[in-house]
């Protein structure tokens, strides 16, 4: 754009105040995170998360009301893509078993309504699952198929033509299932999806998130150094690491005080921060590629003019690129529901800090150690 085409700005003389504001920000984000704490979703906490589709619209607060109390301990409901999608967190992974036999009740009762007195055997049952063996495979059949289609996740044991023993698991959704239709009669509704997370698992994906974090900062602090020299890999990574921890904070920070926007950390989030630190450092890399050819050109230039001009010669390229990026994740934001709706806030707030960092963090750092050392940064 032509507005930017002579555009020149002091960064560097600003510095100390974006040091103010860096340290303000991430003070603000330890204190939240140590009186706050950080809110996990069912990916790391574990547990089970069940969507609903409704026909009708429905209102979430009749729906919170109605699982409240049927025995699953903390249940969150919300309001998932529309106003007939439901999505139900509980940190249950199994039926408890004091609500156990009340399921299998029901189970038996529609399997009574498929052939009333039909002979059967319970074989095999489990917490997540029960087995039943029938008198031959033509009623086996008939059984899995009334059962699938009444929403139920029954099948077959074998294929085998002689097969007569058919598995039905049960999870948390079908005591749900069971709860609402008794309460909504004139809304039918299906189960989307039902995702079940063990603790054990939910350890183990925490850790692999750190570490996936962890080994994308050190691949990007290992290329930068090949790319340029190690002083700006370091620049570059000191940004991420204050783009990363600043964007935790405010997850922190914010938890639970913005209505509709839900700030818990999940793998989607992780994917957020990965994301983040990709386009971050490609930001970081257009800078400090105009910093190393203007050094080539200028070399009795001070490095000081030298930054600053080569940060303002990438500025059009900055808010061009930056400006549509934010204005594709608004809309994200507020048409996006739900599902998309914490990843794009993490996102447009990253680019932000990222662009920011870019300027103020990155290129800052390699000034101040050419300054404070008294090194000559050359190509």
Known sequence: MRIFQNFQFDFLSRRKYAYFLSSALFLIGVISAIFRGFHFGVDFNGGSEIVLQFEKPIQISD?????DGIGLGFVEVKTFGDETGVMIRTEQQVIPPQIYPRVIEGLESVIEKIIPAVPRQIVDSSANSITYSFANPDTTNKIVDA????????????????????????????????NLRTKISNNS?????????????GEELKRDAVLALFFALVAILFYLGFRFKFIFAIGAVAALFHDVLITLGLYAALYGLIPGLNLEIDLTIVAAFLT??????????????????????????????????????????????????LLTLLVLLIFGGEVLRAFAFTMFFGIIIGTYSSIFVASAFVYEYANKFSKKVEF
Request: glycine fraction near 8%; proline fraction near 3%; hydrophobic fraction near 40%.
């Open 147 to 178: 059962l699938l289609e009444a929403g139920f996740q029954a099948g077959k044991i074998s294929e085998e033509p002689n097969n007569n023993q058919m598995l039905v698991n049960i999870g948390i959704a079908d005591w749900i299932k069971e």
């Open 189 to 201: 509704f299906i189960v989307l999806k039902e995702d079940r997370v063990g603790p054990k698992i």
């Open 63 to 67: 729906v919170r009301e109605y699982v």
């Open 276 to 325: 983040l630190i990709g386009y971050s450092v490609n930001d970081t890399v257009v800078v400090f590629d105009r910093i190393r050819e203007n050094l080539k050109l200028h070399k009795t230039r001070p490095l000081f003019d030298i930054v600053n001009s080569s940060m303002s010669q990438t500025m059009s390229r900055t808010i061009l690129t930056g400006g549509a990026t």
